[in-house]
């Protein structure tokens, strides 16, 4: 009879010793290098992929007083490029992307003639703390927040925050639309009339703090 084939290679090594040849190959190899990559959470990368623009994840990154987490850079939302590119939470694109089609692009069309093909804005991430008195960081510390100030049609028209918020003609009609949109999507809005930090822009952001501090009166009715 027969005996039993011992358990191994192809020259019939012995087990132990095949197992020990592969726990020291396996102790051998060297680790991969730990990625710095954490990046946006994988359902909100989907979602945006689902969407109208152009991004891509980056690097948890910022400082450890202003940590940047989840983020995406952004260069174009809808119809409208951004005039440089920007980093800024998933959360925040996605709304930033809701906003352009559903306000921005609408009102522009119906009071400007055109669709905004440029939006200028001032920047997403500083690691500072909030404006006026407040002692708690700001939006911006951690890429959660945006600052726009000129909206640009096709034809070259800019609808200026600066120059137009407090006019009566058809500029100051789709700021205040816009301004208007946005407090139904971000968690916070500031413009010109919270202070004079904002008094050139809007700022946007999703923050845990909900607040919408615009004047929504129709430019229209305001005599000149």
Known sequence: MQGAKPLGGARGAPWPALAVALLLAACAAEPPPPSPYVGAPA??????RLLNMDFEPVPDGGSKSCPIVGAVKVTRVGQAQLDKPAVMTCALA????????????????????????????????????STGKSSRM????????????????????????????NGHDAKAEFLKQ??????????????????ANHRDHFHFDMGPWPFCQLNMIDPRTIRK
């Open 43 to 48: 359902p909100c990368l989907e979602r945006l």
């Open 94 to 129: 996605e709304q930033l992307s809701e906003w352009e089609g559903v306000f921005v692009q609408p009102a522009a069309k119906r009071i400007l003639g055109g669709p905004v093909t440029t939006m200028h804005h001032y920047g997403t991430y500083a690691c500072r703390r």
């Open 138 to 165: 700001s939006e911006h510390a951690r890429a959660n927040a945006i600052d726009i100030g000129i909206f640009e049609t096709a034809s070259g028209e800019k609808a200026s925050v600066t120059k137009d918020w």
């Open 178 to 195: 816009v301004g208007q949109g946005a407090c139904t999507l971000f968690a916070g809005v500031l413009g010109p009339d919270s202070d």
